[in-house]
């Protein structure tokens, strides 16, 4: 494990992998740990999120100074869309994270990075989870969104296409572009929360960027160890709710039947190509 949080090894989890956060352990490194992070995805995240992530973040108060106790966003996410932040001492199972998000429960890290390890973890912390995906549950189609992706991933175990429903909340809840009217702008919290990729999966002539498409997403890898080589955007936040609220039944058994699979950067004819990427800088970290 990444980062040695002595308040995760000093409990027990319950039985749904839950701990207390103990925020009053934190210590004023890791407040200003936060306090680094945030000022600078701040800054760059202006005119590059989603209007409806800053939004988020102010009606949270996540700016307020440290790291967020949850007794103080909890009520007012409650409030606003039904959902509240539990904490989990690191990555939980599959079938309790979807538990959890079915429930209206987002499962957040209580630890947090390093400052030697401000650009790069392996391990999602708090400041990935909270400033990462929390905004958007402030945003009832997203909320909804986030909670029929929980239910889905309960059906996907039992049909045993889990691995097709995990790339869809990459390509989304992760690492999800939409195009808005004032142009392309980032939701996706893998994204928001690194101050190399906001910049790079939006201006960068690498990636591909290509317009979302449910079963097109399904059938593509993705990798979590650099930045994307492919994006998909969505047209609106109705547009991917609307989707994804038809059964996937008869879509698991074209997926299990015709294997056909796509890599990070193949186009197909099928695609509607916003930006075909040169993969200049996948080629050069390849030759690294
Ligand atoms: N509609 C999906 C199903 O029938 C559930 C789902 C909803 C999955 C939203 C992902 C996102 O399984
Ligand atoms: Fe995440």
Known sequence: MGVHDPVIDEQTPASDFTIEQRWDRYTTEEHAVWDTLYARQISILKNRAVDEFHHGLGLLDLGS??????????????????????MVPHLVPD?????????????SGRFIRKRSQLDYLEEPDIFHDIF????????????????AYGKGGQRAQTMGRLKELARLYWYTVEFGLIQQAEGLRIYGAGIVSSAGETPFCLES???????????????????????????FVIDSFDQLLDVTQQDFTALYERLGTDMTRFGLTDIIDADEVYHHGDQAYAQAAAAR
Request: cysteine-free; charged content about 25%; hydrophobic content about 40%.
């Open 132 to 147: 990462g995906h929390v905004p958007m549950l402030t945003l009832p189609v997203f909320a909804d969104y986030m909670q």
């Open 205 to 231: 002539d690498s990636p591909n960027r290509i317009r979302f498409d449910l079963e097109r997403v399904m059938r593509t890898d993705y990798k979590i160890d650099d930045f994307q080589q492919v994006y």
């Open 95 to 107: 079938d309790v994270f979807f538990d959890h998000l079915a429930n209206r429960r987002f499962p």
């Open 65 to 86: 100074g440290g790291i967020p106790d949850l007794s103080d966003i909890n009520p007012k996410l409650k409030a606003l869309t039904g959902w509240e932040v539990v």
